[in-house]
């Protein structure tokens, strides 16, 4: 019997901004080619067997389609999905309503897993692996410990820092992918299939250029792409072409690289108050007035990734290409031992 899947429940309904542009089935995902291949791969092998999906973990930089893909999954496999989140499952008894209410080869999406605290992890150990749970009745010397099983069920995990999660809980999902930044090809597939959606007539070249603008990310590219459309409605008669896209993405100060003003500022900081770093990421956060976490999650992994920045045992230091992008010259060596890197 098929059942109809409880898909509403595994977005934040309203305050979600990417639901209208989220792609439903794994088929309109674009890009992470390999990465789908496998999940196909997953998913066809789980429904023709008749069983339950594997656990699934997702790690990479946000807005990369972690949720896109968790989401995903329960509709290919026509099963329900309860969605929560890390940070707001804080003991072991939170939890205990999302395992017990898990139907049968239904999905359980945990977004930030990284975040959930040690005694959390330690009781999914034998609810992923045996689908079995302890629970504790009463207080001190009344207190009965009830074991109970649980219906199997896939706990799907998404995470941009795998490595915070500890060996044994990683071990325990069977299907492991991190997403990588995407091509501007891929960006700009993306940017032409939201514009449709949105209703809003695109040239090529603005689609291009938003997605070169875009830092690899499919967020970034659709909350540029909002932008621009606002400016062209606001300016123009809402019709998207190069000199709207040029001067929409200018005034938000995005740079030729899509680099926006959190990621200028960072590097104006790391430039102008370290000489270039080395400098730690909480030194750069105060100085910033900015959280580490936000900076290490969002804010250093394109730059990282564009060799504007590198990471060494000694902290954050500008690259050669760095100092260039942002046209300051790199300072005179004074100390020979900390030399900048020259690339
Ligand atoms: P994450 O969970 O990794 O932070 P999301 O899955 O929420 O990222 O993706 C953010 C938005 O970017 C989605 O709403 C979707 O519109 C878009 N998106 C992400 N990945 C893709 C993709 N591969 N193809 C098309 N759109 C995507």
Redesign the pocket.
């Known amino acids: 019997m098929t059942r109809e899947p409880v898909i509403e429940a595994v977005v934040p309904s309203l305050d979600?901004p990417?639901?209208e542009?989220?792609?439903q089935r794994l088929n309109?995902?674009?890009?992470?080619r390999d990465v789908l291949e496998r999940l196909h791969i997953a998913v066809d092998a789980a429904l023709k067997r008749n069983d339950v999906l594997g656990h699934v973990l997702?790690d990479?930089?946000?807005?990369?389609?972690?949720?896109?893909?968790?989401?995903c999954i329960p509709r290919e496999m026509n099963v329900a999905i309860q969605y929560t989140t890390g940070a707001a499952i804080t003991a072991p008894k939170d939890l205990v309503p999302y395992l017990t209410n898990a139907e049968e080869r239904s999905v359980l999406f945990i977004?930030e897993i990284h975040r959930l605290p040690s005694a959390v992890e330690e009781y999914l150990y034998t609810a992923m692996e045996d689908f079995r749970i302890d629970i504790v009745h009463g207080d001190g010397t009344n207190a009965r410990t009830i074991n109970l099983w649980l219906k199997p069920f896939t706990l799907i995990g998404?995470t941009?820092r795998a490595g915070m999660l500890s060996a044994p809980l990683r071990d325990r999902f069977h299907v492991r992918e991190t997403?990588e930044f995407?091509s501007d090809e891929?960006l700009t597939?993306?940017v032409r299939?939201?514009a449709s959606k949105l209703q809003s007539p695109i040239d090529e070249a603005s689609a291009v250029l938003i997605a070169q603008r875009s830092r690899g990310?499919?967020?970034v590219?659709?909350n540029r792409l909002r932008w621009v459309r606002d400016f062209a409605t606001s300016r123009a008669n809402g019709a998207i072409d190069l000199g709207l896209t040029e001067a929409a993405l200018a005034m938000a100060g995005i740079d030729c690289l899509g680099l926006g003003r959190q990621e200028r500022k960072y590097m104006e900081t790391l430039i102008r108050v370290f000489q270039g770093g080395p400098a730690g990421l909480e030194a750069i956060a105060h100085t910033m007035n900015a959280s580490p976490d936000t900076l290490e999650d969002e804010v250093e992994p394109y730059l990282l990734r564009s060799g504007l920045v590198v990471r060494s045992p000694r902290g954050r230091m500008v690259t050669s290409n760095g100092f260039q992008h942002m046209q300051i010259p790199p300072p005179a060596q004074a100390n020979p031992g900390q030399s900048h890197l020259f690339d």
Request: no cysteine; charged share 25%; hydrophobic share 30%.
């Open positions: 979600d990417d639901r542009l989220r792609p309109d995902v674009v890009g992470q997702f990479g930089p946000p807005g990369l389609g972690k949720t896109t893909l968790a989401t977004d998404a941009t997403l995407y891929e597939q993306i299939r939201s990310t499919p967020r590219a659709n």
